[in-house]
């Protein structure tokens, strides 16, 4: 299984379990996210969601070898159609709250995913990165607004047109994360902290996040679906293919040809 669920005292974990793959995404595995988080939010017994992934990796983003093959329902902006969109609408719209522990890469929506994340925990191993200029392509899940609300316009435009990584600290720092944890620490610590949340009422914790979110939750939406939008368009120009070939190829892309 390249995704894994568990249930105990109250918390609901969902784990990225495909580390021979770097834990890089399919359109499977985004369905079943999608069926995980639906499911949690149903359950009364559940008080709090968990995300994680293995030891030495969150996760390397999208599996662009699928990506490439599933690229209409990666990038269709129907959330019935695609599992993407879905897992987007899903997270973004939880009502208990969700805990991220990161530990090693957190790539393209290994990063965007985190600020629709109520808590985020990263290991001192973890390195976080939107290289979406790289591949010739745009920030997704909302990320070229939330980031600016969170650390400002001139952090985010360096995060998110040089698309470089930078370390569990300048996250931090950024306001990204709550707290950089030893990471052999790290998922328990979050287990700590999530069991702190299920002693709470959830009542007031849904309340309380509704309140937090209810402000922006359509412009949320809104840029969510209008960055899919500029992906789709771009993902189609010549410079996304040559970046993807050159990922293939496993050379350095050459963008000098187009203007």
């Known amino acids: 299984m390249d995704i894994l669920t568990s249930k105990k005292n109250g918390i609901f974990t969902i784990t990225f379990n495909r580390p021979e793959k770097k834990n890089a995404i399919t359109t499977a595995m985004y369905q079943e996210m999608v069926e995980a988080l639906l499911s949690a939010e149903a359950d009364h017994e559940i008080r709090v969601i968990v995300f994680t992934g293995s030891d030495s990796i969150f996760t390397a983003g999208n599996d662009l070898e699928d990506f490439i093959n599933h690229a209409d329902q ?27 522990a990161v530990t090693g890469l957190a790539i393209g929506i290994g990063t965007t995913m985190l600020m629709h994340c109520d808590l985020v925990y990263l290991s001192d191993e973890a390195k976080l990165s939107m290289p979406f200029t790289q591949l010739g392509l745009c920030p997704e899940f909302a990320s070229s607004l939330l980031l600016q609300k969170i650390g400002g316009y001139h952090r985010a435009a360096e995060k998110l047109l040089l698309g470089e990584a930078f370390s569990a600290q300048e996250a931090v720092e950024t306001g990204m994360a709550n707290k950089v944890i030893p990471a052999k620490d790290l998922l328990s610590f979050a287990n700590q902290q999530a069991m702190k949340l299920v002693a709470l009422p959830a009542s007031s914790l849904r309340a309380t996040k509704r309140l937090m979110k209810s402000t922006n939750a359509q412009l949320v939406n809104d840029v969510m679906r209008e960055e899919m939008k500029q992906f789709s368009m771009m993902l189609h120009a010549p410079e996304a293919k040559e970046a993807m070939m050159a990922f293939f190829q496993k050379r350095k892309p050459n963008f000098s040809q187009f203007s």
């Not at 990666?74 to 709250?97: C, G, H, R, Y």
């Open 74 to 100: 990666f990038i269709n902006t129907d959330s019935e159609k695609s599992p993407v969109v879905q897992f987007m609408v899903a997270l973004s719209s939880a009502q208990k709250p969700v805990i991220a």
